[in-house]
C-alpha cells in the first residue's frame, strides 16, 4: 500500500488488531448416527473428549433430535462454543463413570451411558479393529452449518478421520432397552462397506473473532515484524512505520492456524478518511488438506473504521483421492458452510486514546 495514499498522521508505534483466535481443549470425537432407525427423541449421538485445565479427560455426548441438541456432560467439562454452535442446547450433567474413548494396539473402542433428561437409559458400545488397515483423511467439520446466531467463524479442522468399517465393527445402541441400527454410508469407502460413524482422534478447533464490544488492547509494535499478544501471532508489515498485518497464526503442542491476508490489514487508527479497501484472505491449517478463502472490504469515514469478512469462497478440499472428491461433491454442505458467515466491525478512535470495536458474526 502507498502509505501517503491511506495514512493521515505517522504512527503512534502502537497495533489495534480487530481479531482475535481461540483454542479449545477438544481432543476427540465420534458420531454415531441411527437416524434412518430413530428414537422417540434422538437420532445422532456425538461423543467428544477434552482436557480441563489439569490435562484430565472429560466427556460429553451431544444427542441430536429434530430440531433440538441435549448436551450431557461429566463434572468440570471444558466448553468452548457448544452453545453457540448448537442454538442453544440444554445441557444436563452426568458421571458417565467407565466411559472411554480409547485407540489403542489398532482398536478403537467406545462406551458411554447415562441417564437421559426422561429418566432413559442410554448404553453406547462400539469396537472397531484392524484400524491399520484404514487411510484417515482430513477434514474441516460443518459444525458452523446449523448455528443461526453464531458468536465465532468455528474453524474445526479434524485430522485422520475415518468411517467405521462394517467388517471389523460392532456397534450396540441401546435407548430404554431397545436396539437402534446405525446408519450405513452410501458409498463403498476403502473398498469396503462402512458405517456413517465417522470419528477423529486428533482434533484442533479453533473459534475465529469471537463477538466482541468493548476497548481494544494495546500492543506495543517497535518496528518489530513479529509480534505476539494473547496467543495470537501477528507478521506484520513496517510501512513506513506503520504495523500492517499480513498473517494472524495461532498453535497447541500439535497444530497451528494460519490467517493471511492480500492485502495487508492497515494501520487501522492513522487511516485517512475516505480510505476504501477491498481484499482477500485464506485460512489455513498444517498439514490439511485445503482451505477457506474469502473477501474483506475496508472503509474509514470520520471517527469511525468498518471492516466486513465474508468466507465467499467456501471451503476448498485438496484431497487427491477420487472417494473424497465424490464425498465433498455429494454432500456440499462440506464445502458450502462457511459462505453464509459474515463478520462486521465497527471501531471507533475515542478523544481518550482509546480505540472501541463492536463486532459481530452473522449468517446470511
Not at 62 to 85: E, M, R, W
Not at 280 to 302: C, V, W
Not at 316 to 330: G, S
Not at 347 to 362: A, F, G, L, R
Amino acid at each position: 500500500m502507498e502509505t501517503a495514499t491511506i495514512y493521515n498522521r505517522k504512527s503512534d508505534g502502537i497495533l489495534y488488531s480487530p481479531f482475535n483466535l481461540s483454542i479449545d481443549d477438544m481432543k476427540k470425537l465420534i458420531l454415531i448416527n441411527f437416524e434412518k432407525d430413530p428414537d422417540e427423541l434422538y437420532n445422532t449421538f456425538e461423543l467428544q473428549e477434552s482436557a480441563d485445565r489439569n490435562g484430565a479427560s472429560r466427556l460429553l455426548v451431544i444427542a441430536y433430535g429434530n430440531g433440538f441438541t441435549d448436551i450431557y456432560h461429566q463434572p468440570l467439562f471444558p466448553f468452548a462454543s457448544q452453545k453457540s454452535v448448537l442454538n442453544n442446547p440444554t445441557f444436563f450433567e452426568r458421571t458417565m463413570e467407565g466411559a472411554k474413548f480409547e485407540i489403542k494396539n489398532n482398536i478403537l473402542e467406545i462406551c458411554f451411558n447415562f441417564q437421559d433428561k426422561n429418566g432413559r437409559e442410554i448404553i453406547v458400545r462400539l469396537t472397531e479393529t484392524r484400524l491399520n488397515r484404514k487411510k484417515p483423511f482430513f477434514l474441516l467439520a460443518p459444525i458452523g452449518a446449523n448455528s443461526k446466531n453464531p458468536d465465532s467463524l468455528p474453524i474445526y479442522s479434524l485430522y485422520n478421520m475415518s468411517f467405521t468399517k462394517q467388517k471389523y465393527t460392532d456397534i450396540s445402541i441401546k435407548i430404554n432397552n431397545i436396539i437402534h441400527r446405525p446408519d450405513t454410508f452410501i458409498l463403498p469407502f476403502e473398498w469396503c462397506k462402512s458405517y456413517f460413524t465417522r470419528y477423529s482422534a486428533d482434533v484442533f478447533n479453533v473459534d475465529w473473532n469471537k463477538n466482541h464490544m468493548g476497548i481494544l488492547s494495546k500492543i506495543t509494535f517497535d518496528n518489530k515484524e513479529i509480534i505476539s499478544d494473547n496467543g495470537v501471532t501477528y507478521e506484520l508489515i513496517n510501512n513506513e512505520g506503520h504495523p500492517e498485518i499480513k498473517v494472524i497464526s495461532a498453535a497447541n503442542n500439535e497444530h497451528k492456524i494460519k490467517i493471511e491476508f492480500m492485502p495487508a490489514i492497515p494501520d487501522i487508527i492513522c487511516l485517512s478518511d475516505g480510505t476504501n479497501i477491498d481484499g482477500e484472505f485464506s485460512i489455513t491449517t498444517d498439514n490439511s488438506s485445503g482451505n477457506i478463502q474469502g473477501i474483506y472490504h475496508l472503509k474509514k469515514a470520520g471517527i469511525e473504521t468498518d471492516i466486513e469478512i465474508n468466507p465467499s469462497k467456501g471451503w476448498y478440499p485438496n484431497q487427491k483421492r477420487f472417494i473424497m472428491n465424490i464425498l465433498f461433491f455429494v454432500v456440499s454442505i462440506f464445502k458450502k458452510w462457511p459462505k453464509s458467515y459474515i463478520w462486521t466491525a465497527k471501531i471507533w478512535n475515542q478523544p481518550s486514546d482509546q480505540v472501541i470495536m463492536n463486532s459481530y458474526w452473522k449468517r446470511v
